[in-house]
């Protein structure tokens, strides 16, 4: 795995240090304007869009998925669509199609509203698998094949889908090819008490709106940014441990796992972590990646590509304390900062 040299903080949008940071942080805030609590879920959401992956957001109805999804597009002043999953959806109705014209006896090509740069595809369970299917060559190639003809998608460009876990009619569950093209999955829950009371005061009268802090230029120069941020070998060491223990378990002092892991994480959770690593990074002002950060964002990148066996499903055992005890085995590279300190640097001794 490639790593960057560490610089002095990474900053093409105004060329200025921290520049990169602050906007983030600009963006976050814009959106917490509307957003009451699920500081978690509008994160990731923003890791994924600078990591340059997609999203999956499982949670119950009404806890702002949408509204979410929404107000980061506004914030960061991309193009958004918003398609409604049915089970009567066609894969025309979401890529496009060829159309024949009486009058010029051709066929012309009608662009579907995946050609902008935020896609919400709002409860994507609800579509059968020829639909969700449609969507694999947008996420994978970021083009769309109508016709014999390849139609580049814009850039950025991301897929933000939600889902329903409590339904269980007409829901038709994501396979597993389609769920390793996100780069994360978001878990979101109920609002707290006190979350709840702030919700009934801003959304009862007058709701707020965001205003727009970012644009796709400028959010186009923060991937690179986040591409820039510096990767220590045993960081890359650690991350590719921590994905290797999902299928080989028994080389890591876990035996036990394998009789509860069916398929391990693929390579797309490797390259995953590193890349939302990264982002974070750069969102928490460093230009360079710490394990912390690949510890927090372990269970959003590998949980839901894992592929539990039946005996697992039947004891219970769910995916993300999989990756709990992956975590707790596989031990992580020291951090030794460096004394005196000179800006923000630091070394990483071995974990052996």
Known sequence: MAQTSPGNGSSSPGNAPGEP?????????????????????????????????????????GIAKTLAVSTLAKVTGGGFARLQFTPDLVPSDIIGTRIYRPSTESFDVELGPVFTNFILADEINRAPAKVQSALLEVMAER??????????????????????PVESEGVYPLPEAQRDRFLMKVDVGHPKAHEEMEILRRMSARPPTAHQVLDPVT????????????????????IVRLVMATREPENHQMPDLRQALEVGASPRATLGLVASARALALLRGRDYVLPDDVRVLAHDVIAHRLVLTFDALADGITP?????????????????????????SASFASHR
């Not at 957003?35 to 340059?52: D, T």
């Not at 990756?323 to 031990?331: E, M, T």
């Open 143 to 164: 083009q769309v094949s109508i016709g014999g003809t390849t139609y580049p998608l814009p850039d950025p460009f991301i897929v933000i889908a939600t889902q329903n």
């Open 219 to 238: 959010l186009s120069e923060l991937q690179a940014d986040a591409e820039r941020v510096h990767v220590h070998q045993l960081i890359a060491d650690y």
């Open 320 to 344: 993300g304390q999989v990756v709990d005890r992956i975590l707790s085995a596989v031990p992580a590279p020291r951090v030794i900062w460096d004394e005196p300190p000179t800006g923000e």
């Open 21 to 61: 940071t602050r906007l983030l942080r600009a963006a976050l805030h814009e959106v917490s304007t509307v957003i009451v609590g699920q500081e978690r879920m509008v994160e990731r959401s923003l890791i994924a869009l600078v990591a340059r992956g997609h999203c999956l957001i499982e949670g119950v109805p």
